[in-house]
C-alpha cells in the first residue's frame, strides 16, 4: 500500500520589512516554503520602502546585529562593503564627544559598526533571502486577523487592495509587521490575554538630512558629539554613507528639540556643545530635506511571560519591543532575534517551539531595553517611568565607566562590547572593570576632536577649518 505524502509545510512572515526578511531567512530551511506578506511594493533596488519613515535617518548596524545576519545570510557584511558601506572600528575610528569628554582613538578594535543608508542595507539583505526559491513575496496585501485557537495559531486572514479577504493556512506564522503590530488585539480575540505593557516616552526628536561630504568618505570616522546632562542642549552624529555622502542626524528633549526648518539645520550643529559638527558642514552640499521624527517611545511587549501562548505564532523585531532609535538599536536586535530562532528551528517545527523561541528572542530584548530606558528614564520630561535610587546609583556608575572609558582601553572595551551588543551588562560589573572604574582613566584626557594628521590634511585641503 503506497504511503499517503506529507502534505508540504508553510511558514507566513506578516511584513517585508527587515525583520520580516530575517524571519524569513531563520526558518526557512525548517519549512517547504515561505511565504512574506506586504501591505506595499517592495523596491527592487536600496530605493526607499513605504513604511519606513525612520529610514530617513541615522541607521548603524551594530556588531552584535550584523554578525548575527552574516551567520543567517553569509556574505552580507562584505556585500554591504562592496556596494559602499562603510565598516568602522570602535573606537578606532570615532571622534567621539561623551558628556565626560574625547575618547581615544585606541589602536586595536574590539567591535565594529555597518555605517550604510537604511536602504541599501535593506537592499543587500532582501536581495540575499529572495534568491532562494522557498521563499516568495505576496505584496499589496495585508494580514487582518489570524486564525485558530488559544492553543494553535493555523494561519492568518488576509486582505487584498480590492477589499477581498482570504484564508491561509500555515504551520508557522511570524509577526514582523513593527512598531504597527496588531498581535496584542489578535491574541484577544482568540482568548489570550493578561500581557503586559511598557511605554517609556521620553519627548526626545530627532532631525536628519544627508549631505555630500567634502571628502571621499571611504574609511572616514563617524562623529558624534552627545550632550552633557547636566546642562540644556541636543547633540549630533555625522555618519558617512555610501556615495561619499554623510548622513547628519540630530537629537534633543522638549526645549532643545530640532525643527524641520532647512535653514534653522546648521544653526542647530551651531548650538552644540563643540562647533565639531557645524565646522564639518560648513562645506558639505544638503542633498535632502530635513526630516523630524517625534516618535521615540520604548515600548515593549512581554509575550515571553504569558502563562499562555499558541503554538504556531512567534513575534519578531519591533512588533516585540520598539526602542528610541536615537540608540541604533533595533535592527542588530531584530538580527539576534531572528538568530536564534534559527537555531531553535533546526530540529523542525516540533512542539512547544513558540514559546520557547519567544522567551529566546526576549533576551536580547532584554539587553537593548535596559540600555535604552537606563538612559531615557533620566530625562525630566520622560513619561511611564521615573528613575529610583538603583537607577540614579547605575546612572552614576555608568557616567564614572564612561569617564574611565576615555583613558581606559579595558573599559572603553566593556562598554563597547555592551553596546553593541555583544555582552550583557553583567559584564560591566566585573572585578576587574569595578577596579578600572575606582582608578580612573590611566591616560591622559584629550582636549579636542581626535582627527587623525592625515584626516586632518584632507579637511584641510577641502577648505574645512577645524578650532
Known amino acids: 500500500m503506497t504511503e499517503p505524502r506529507p502534505q508540504p509545510t508553510r511558514a507566513v512572515v506578516i511584513g517585508g520589512s527587515l525583520a520580516g526578511m530575517l524571519a524569513a531567512a531563520a526558518v526557512k530551511d525548517a519549512v517547504d516554503a515561505v511565504e512574506i506578506i506586504e501591505a506595499h511594493e517592495l523596491p527592487a533596488g536600496p530605493e526607499p520602502r513605504t513604511g519606513v519613515p525612520q529610514a530617513a535617518h541615522v541607521h548603524p548596524l551594530l556588531s552584535g546585529g550584523a554578525d548575527a545576519i552574516e551567520a543567517l545570510l553569509p556574505g552580507t557584511v562584505g556585500q554591504l562593503v562592496a556596494a559602499g558601506a562603510n565598516r568602522v572600528p570602535m573606537t578606532t575610528n570615532m571622534v567621539y564627544l561623551s558628556a565626560e569628554g574625547w575618547y581615544r582613538r585606541w589602536r586595536r578594535n574590539t567591535q565594529y559598526l555597518i555605517a550604510a543608508g537604511r536602504d541599501l542595507t535593506d537592499h543587500v539583505v532582501r536581495r540575499q533571502v529572495l534568491a532562494d526559491p522557498r521563499v516568495g513575496v505576496r505584496a499589496h496585501c ?56 511598557d511605554r517609556i516616552e521620553s519627548g526626545l526628536a530627532y532631525a536628519s538630512r544627508i549631505y555630500r561630504a567634502p571628502v571621499a568618505t571611504d574609511g572616514w570616522p563617524v562623529v558624534n558629539v552627545l550632550a552633557d546632562p547636566r546642562r540644556p542642549g541636543g547633540a549630533g552624529t555625522i555618519v558617512p554613507i555610501e556615495g561619499d555622502r554623510w548622513h547628519v542626524s540630530f537629537y534633543g528633549p522638549p526645549g532643545a528639540q530640532p525643527t524641520a526648518d532647512a535653514d534653522a539645520f546648521e544653526a542647530y550643529a551651531r548650538g552644540l556643545r563643540h562647533p565639531l559638527v557645524a565646522e564639518l558642514l560648513a562645506r558639505a552640499e544638503p542633498l535632502t530635506d530635513v526630516t523630524v521624527t517625534r516618535t521615540t517611545t520604548n515600548r515593549r511587549h512581554y509575550y515571553e511571560r504569558l502563562g499562555n501562548w499558541p503554538e504556531g505564532l512567534i513575534a519578531l523585531g519591533d512588533s516585540v519591543a520598539a526602542f528610541n532609535p536615537i540608540y541604533g538599536q533595533g535592527m542588530s536586535v531584530a538580527a539576534q532575534g531572528a538568530l536564534a530562532l534559527r537555531r531553535l528551528t533546526a530540529g523542525g517545527l516540533t512542539d512547544g517551539l513558540a514559546r520557547r523561541a519567544q522567551r529566546a528572542i526576549a533576551r536580547p530584548v532584554d539587553v537593548a531595553w535596559s540600555l535604552a530606558v537606563g538612559q531615557d528614564v533620566h530625562y525630566p520630561t520622560t513619561e511611564g517611568k521615573r528613575p529610583n535610587l538603583g537607577d540614579r546609583l547605575l546612572h552614576r556608575y555608568v557616567s564614572r565607566l564612561s569617564y574611565t572609558a576615555i583613558g581606559s582601553f579595558r573599559v572603553a572595551t ?54
Open 142 to 197: 495585508r494580514v487582518v486577523g489570524l486564525l485558530g485557537g488559544r492553543g494553535r495559531v493555523t494561519g492568518v486572514r488576509l486582505r487584498a487592495a480590492d477589499g477581498t479577504e482570504t484564508e491561509l493556512a500555515a504551520d508557522l506564522v511570524v509577526d514582523a509587521s513593527g512598531r504597527s503590530s496588531r498581535t496584542p488585539r489578535w491574541l484577544a480575540e482568540l482568548g489570550v490575554t493578561g500581557l503586559a505593557e
Open 414 to 467: 566593556a562598554l563597547t562590547e555592551v553596546l553593541t551588543l555583544q555582552a550583557p551588562p553583567a559584564v560591566l560589573v566585573r572585578p576587574d572593570v569595578l577596579l578600572a572604574a575606582a582608578l580612573g582613566p590611566r591616560r591622559p584626557l584629550t582636549n579636542g576632536p581626535t582627527f587623525t594628521p592625515d584626516e586632518r590634511r584632507r579637511l584641510e585641503g577641502a577648505g574645512v577649518p577645524l578650532t
